[in-house]
């Protein structure tokens, strides 16, 4: 059986495979376990300046395992009690990350699969990318940030009828409604997502941590603890390397050259 995910770098981009495409990259227990890991391990890497999150196959990533679930019926609740928590630190803190998180939907995403495409900054998808939420179809409940992602992007009201009627979205309805940042055809998925990401490692990167820290947390704000954070944030960009060198450039009338903060 083949490795569940696949973790490589390419230049200073991490790229993140799920690689079983014929279990529709379910978030099995071993995909789950190598999710976890490899991020952990990119966390940990300071020469990664973005991240990229792709999958093989037709399906960007169905969610969890009904199969494993159906083994356990007598014993779900626990299941879950186990193997929730340490995804969803995971989760947590691959959105969080202080570089661009691009995703890249090859094809359908529900359930989990949700949350694991949406923690991304941005996400692109192919024409045949479908959503469609399925808890409620079986009883369960969202995980895996699937109802924050969602609801931070289109409101409670959307994010409620979508999980409520399971009714799938294409491409198409998730660009109009603000779920996915891009479409594009199926053909050109893989090379735009990536040049996107080393388009963006190339980038000012402790600019784009600020601006993450800036943007995830704005509508938990008042205007007076936004405003004072931009300030704090915009006197610590001022002080850097980055700042001095976008400056510089943009008066000599040249790309930047940017490389990571210490």
């Known amino acids: 059986m083949p490795t569940a995910l696949l973790l490589d770098y390419r230049d200073d981009v991490a790229v993140f495979t799920l690689n079983r495409p014929q279990r529709a990259n379910v978030l099995d227990f071993e995909m789950s376990a190598a999710l976890i890991a490899a991020i952990e391990t990119v966390a940990k890497n300071q020469s990664v300046r973005a991240v990229l999150l792709q999958a093989r196959g037709r399906q960007f990533c169905g969610g969890g395992d009904i199969t494993d679930f159906s083994r356990a ?4 609740g ?3 009690e186990r193997g929730i ?3 969803h630190r995971a989760i947590h803190q691959l959105a969080t990350l202080p570089v661009p998180v691009i995703s ?3 094809g359908p995403i529900g359930g ?3 949350g694991l495409a949406l923690c991304a900054d941005i996400v692109i998808a192919a024409e045949s990318m479908k959503l469609r939420g399925g808890y409620s179809a079986i009883g369960l409940t969202p995980d895996v940030g699937a109802s924050w992602f969602l609801a931070r992007r289109i409101g409670a009201a959307r994010t409620k009828e979508i999980f409520f009627t399971n009714e799938a979205l294409s491409a198409q309805e998730c660009l109009a409604l603000g779920i996915v940042s891009r479409v594009c055809p199926d053909a050109e998925l893989a090379e735009r997502a990536f040049a996107l990401a ?7 990167t402790g600019s784009f ?4 820290l800036l943007a995830d947390g704005a509508a938990d704000r008042s205007l007076a603890e936004q405003l004072d954070l931009e300030h704090r944030c915009m006197v610590e960009s001022g002080r850097s390397a980055e700042a001095v060198e976008g400056v510089t450039a943009f008066m000599q009338k040249r790309a930047p050259c940017f490389t990571k903060p210490a």
């Open 73 to 76: 019926l007598d014993q779900l």
């Open 198 to 204: 080393a388009s963006l490692a190339r980038g000012a």
């Open 78 to 80: 626990d299941l879950l």
């Open 209 to 212: 941590g600020r601006i993450k």
């Open 85 to 87: 928590p340490p995804l």
């Open 104 to 106: 890249a939907l090859n």
């Open 112 to 114: 989990g699969g949700i």
